[in-house]
């Protein structure tokens, strides 16, 4: 793998011919229930594959060969950035605000981001947003590395609503891909245009451990 991370406004280049029918009510319904509930539409939409390994299950994290196939199921991330604003004591601290379309099953989410330190992700419980703050801590621990040096640097706000296809626990990498995902929505978000590939998917392994999953591999990065 390597090069830039894609970007498109265009369904046709990320889907098969086949699937653009079920796909284009799918992303209409995350912009729509994006606006109705953040009151904006979203900038822009961060996806990430779900991915199936044709060779070597289970055996990529102990840096054995495998052979990833990435699929058409996905997880979608709309985003909206919320700048900082310093004139107002409520907002000078970056919030993140998560939820899903599946409400029922994975209730929203609130946090701050800290400007000092990193993401507290409490690994003992199984909850969905540590996925996504998994994904913010390697994104953001890349951004300070390249921008600490730029004077009152701080990271911005998000307004984020997640659809996702990948079906839990069916060894397609949901996780994985909400990891990832997450990773590119917090790049994108703090102003980094260009995202390299491998160095993405590098990222996303290394920030998944934080979760107390062990991904990731020498080919298993492929994907």
Known sequence: MS?????????????L??????QRPRWERLGSSFEQRYGRRPQYVSRSPGRVNLIGEHIDYSLYEVMPMAISLDILLAVA??????????QSVPQIKIANINA???????????????????????????YFKAGLRGGLEWLRRRRGSEEHWTPVGMDIL???SV???AGLSSSSALVCASALAVLKANGQESVDQKGLVQLAMVSERAV??????????MA
């Open 167 to 169: 079906p839990e626990g």
């Open 3 to 15: 090069g830039i991370v894609p970007t498109t406004d265009s369904l046709a280049e990320i889907y």
């Open 212 to 221: 107390g999953v062990n991904s990731g591999g020498y080919v298993g990065s």
């Open 17 to 22: 011919e086949e699937d653009l029918e079920a």
């Open 81 to 90: 950035v919320t700048p900082l604003d310093h004139s107002d004591s409520h």
């Open 162 to 164: 997640v659809d996702g």
């Open 104 to 130: 029922t099953k994975f209730q929203d989410r609130q946090f701050e981001i800290p400007l000092q330190g990193d993401i507290d992700i409490d690994a003992s419980t199984h909850e969905w947003s540590n």
